[in-house]
């Protein structure tokens, strides 16, 4: 069991989301960077979709009645294991008793925890997920819970080559909407050639954008039709919604854009007051850019032992904490300690 301590900003409880229930209006819902809930999946040996923590903002405290193996990925925050600062990005070894208390995200937007085994409430069609938009599934994590581990099959460590980094800036890559007619060919140059600014109003649904409006020609509706998550739409207000991976099944704003694939855990990792920057790309680089990214997941997971990772984390450590006055790093065999 994991007994929740503190539950951060907004913790919840996602997997690959809810799929084949569209037709009857019930959201995939699920992680809104799969990207990185897969990778720290994969860390601990758990399959692709396993639940994971999605904690956005801050993270949780929490507290570990029996040992495990996690590991945290996406955002950068300042988090603790036993007191000791811990890198993202690789297996961590808890031992039973152990607290990890997960402060403020420096980087990114939001960061994904990982255990052996997958966080293993009751699914609900098929899901453990929590859907935002329609209430299904477990409730956010709170205070006093209790989360319940599954087996763990895969007792290895390993740790991710050269993980991705978030700042304040992001360039994503789009193809063209089936709408684009809509817009005025000014419209698409605004999206092209503009910075536009995460709003605080960004949500699991979608992330809103604000900044040079993207002009319409067309002031009346499109009747409802299935929507994808990326999908970039635009109100009257000419303030572009692009859709995460809680979006409605439906919906009726035209679409000029859609955020290809293998950027949409950039996208979800934009913090509000971030800025993004847009570039059209063609829908055979979009598929290009998605089968390279499937062979980095491939190809860039090494396994390791004990000793590898201590030495990693140490040099992580010593490189992302500029304020970082003295670490301890342990494994079985020896004690690494660090001082700046």
């Known amino acids: ?17 809810r799929h084949g229930y569209g037709h009857l209006g019930v959201p995939a819902a699920g992680a809104a960077d799969t990207f990185n809930m897969r990778v720290a999946n994969r860390l601990v040996g758990n399959p692709d979709g396993s639940a994971t923590l999605e904690m956005t903002g801050a993270g949780a405290t929490l507290r570990f009645d029996v ?34 208390a997960c402060g403020r995200i420096v980087t990114g937007w ?21 859907d935002t938009l329609s209430g299904l599934g477990p409730g956010s994590v709170a ?30 890559r789009i193809v063209a909407g089936p709408q684009q ?25 979608g992330v809103r954008l604000e900044g040079a409006a993207l ?12 929507m994808t998550t990326g999908a970039m739409q635009v109100p009257p207000s000419g303030q572009a919604i692009v859709l995460l991976g809680n979006h409605g099944t439906t919906g009726g704003y035209p679409v000029i854009a859609n955020v290809i694939g ?35 997941l491939q190809q860039d997971i090494v396994a390791a032992d004990a000793s590898l990772l201590a030495a990693r984390a140490l040099m992580t ?15 079985e065999h020896r004690r690494i300690r660090i001082r700046r």
């Open 1 to 17: 069991m994991i007994e929740v301590l503190a539950p951060g900003v907004f913790t919840t409880i996602q997997d690959a989301g």
């Open 143 to 172: 205070a006093g819970a209790r989360l319940p581990i599954g087996k763990d099959v895969a007792p290895a460590g390993a740790y991710l080559r050269l993980p991705p980094r978030y700042g304040p800036h992001s360039r994503l």
């Open 181 to 205: 007619d809509w817009f005025a060919t000014t419209a698409l140059l605004t999206l092209r050639e503009s910075t536009f600014r995460i709003s605080s109003q960004s949500d699991r649904t």
């Open 215 to 226: 002009e319409r020609t067309r002031t009346g509706e499109l009747p409802s039709m299935g």
């Open 110 to 130: 939001r960061c994904y925890l990982a255990v052996a085994g997958g966080i293993d409430v009751p699914e609900v069609l098929g899901s453990r997920s929590m």
């Open 67 to 100: 040992d495990a193996r996690i590991a945290l990925t996406g955002g950068v925050l300042d988090a603790q294991l036993g007191g000791q600062p811990v890198p993202s990005y690789q297996t961590l070894p808890v031992k039973a008793g152990m607290a990890l």
């Open 317 to 331: 450590l010593a490189g992302s904490h500029a304020s970082l006055k003295q670490a301890v790093v342990k494994d």
């Open 262 to 296: 293998a950027d949409l855990h950039l996208l979800a990792q934009l913090a509000p007051g971030a800025q993004v920057r847009f570039t059209e790309v063609s829908v055979a680089e979009a598929l290009d850019a998605l089968h390279r990214q499937e062979q980095r």
